[in-house]
C-alpha cells in the first residue's frame, strides 16, 4: 500500500515540476527572447540572494564552474548583472542584479507567484490549507 502511494505521488510530482518548468520556460521565451533557461535560473539564484560568488551559484543551480562562467558572460553582455571584485579577496568575484536584471527578475517572481494562485484555485480552502500544510511538513523532512 505504502509503495502504491509513493508510487502516485511520486507520479504526480513529476508531471507537476515538468509542467511548472515548461510554464516556467514558455514565459522566458515569450516575454525575454534571447534569454535561456539556464540563464534564467541563474539570474533567479543571483536574484534571491542579493549578491553571491560563482561558487554558490555552480553548487546551488548545478552548473559547472566553467560552463556558469560562459553564462555570466552572456548575462553580463545582456546588462543583466555585474560582476564586481572583493576588497577582502581580489580573486573572488561576486555577482549582482542590475536595474534591468532586478526588473526581469521580478517579472518572473510575479509570473510564477500567478501560475501558483492559479494552481490552488482548483482547491477549496481548507484543502490548499491541508497542501500547504503537508508541504512545509516534507519540506522540513527532506532538508
Keep these: 500500500m505504502a509503495t502504491s502511494k509513493a508510487a502516485k505521488l511520486q507520479k504526480q510530482l513529476e508531471s507537476l515540476v515538468e509542467k511548472f518548468v515548461q510554464s516556467e520556460k514558455d514565459f522566458i521565451e515569450q516575454s525575454n527572447p534571447g534569454i535561456s533557461f539556464l ?6 539564484f543571483i ?5 553571491c560568488i560563482m561558487k554558490e551559484i555552480s553548487t546551488n543551480v548545478g552548473i559547472p ?3 556558469l562562467t560562459v553564462i555570466v558572460d552572456k548575462l553580463e553582455s545582456k546588462k543583466l548583472v555585474k560582476r564586481s571584485h572583493s576588497e577582502m579577496d581580489r580573486r573572488t568575484i561576486s555577482l549582482k542584479l542590475t536595474v534591468k536584471g532586478e526588473n526581469l527578475f521580478e517579472e518572473r517572481s510575479q509570473y510564477l507567484l500567478e501560475v501558483c494562485k492559479n494552481l490552488l484555485k482548483a482547491l477549496k480552502s481548507a484543502e490548499q490549507n491541508q497542501l500547504l500544510f503537508a508541504l512545509e511538513k516534507i519540506s522540513e523532512k527532506y532538508s
Design 65 to 67: 564552474k566553467n560552463n
Design 39 to 44: 540563464e534564467a535560473k541563474v539570474l533567479s
Design 47 to 51: 536574484g534571491e540572494n542579493e549578491s
